[in-house]
Nanobody, 124 residues
Framework: QLQLVESGGGLVQPGGSLRLSCAAS????????IGWFRQAPGKEREGVSC????????YYADSVKGRFTISRDNAKNTVYLQMNSLKPEDTAVYYC?????????????????WGQGTQVTVSS
């Protein structure tokens, strides 16, 4: 069974930064697209950023473009989400997820494997 473990969440002030990590085990990233999704209380889960396992091509939601950067380290089997200029509206539980396939689709319904989530809170 594929496993994904997120880390790096926490409490940060507006304008601050955090880096989330998603460590994959029991599979290699090369044939999978990895996505970061978030869900705030009372809201639907939304795709934040996704990265292709084939060529690393990224997708970003409009709300995070220019502030968040997704990357992957295949040697470490880990995907990162660098989050800068954080805003209170970025507060949510962040999940990483995997889908078999190399196209950068960032629709949560297309993802089969999910981590347990990590809380990000942006507040002064």
């Amino acid at each position: 069974q594929l496993q994904l473990v997120e880390s790096g969440g926490g409490l940060v002030q507006p304008g601050g930064s955090l880096r989330l990590s998603c460590a994959a085990s029991r599979f290699t990233l090369d044939y999978y697209t990895i996505g970061w999704f978030r869900q705030a209380p009372g809201k639907e889960r939304e795709g934040v950023s996704c990265i292709s396992g084939r060529d690393g091509s990224p997708y970003y939601a409009d709300s995070v473009k220019g502030r968040f950067t997704i990357s992957r380290d295949n040697a470490k089997n880990t995907v990162y989400l660098q989050m800068n200029s954080l805003k209170p509206e970025d507060t949510a539980v962040y999940y990483c997820a995997a889908r078999f396939g190399v196209f950068t689709i960032c629709n949560s319904a297309q993802y089969n494997y999910w981590g347990q989530g990590t809380q990000v809170t942006v507040s002064s």
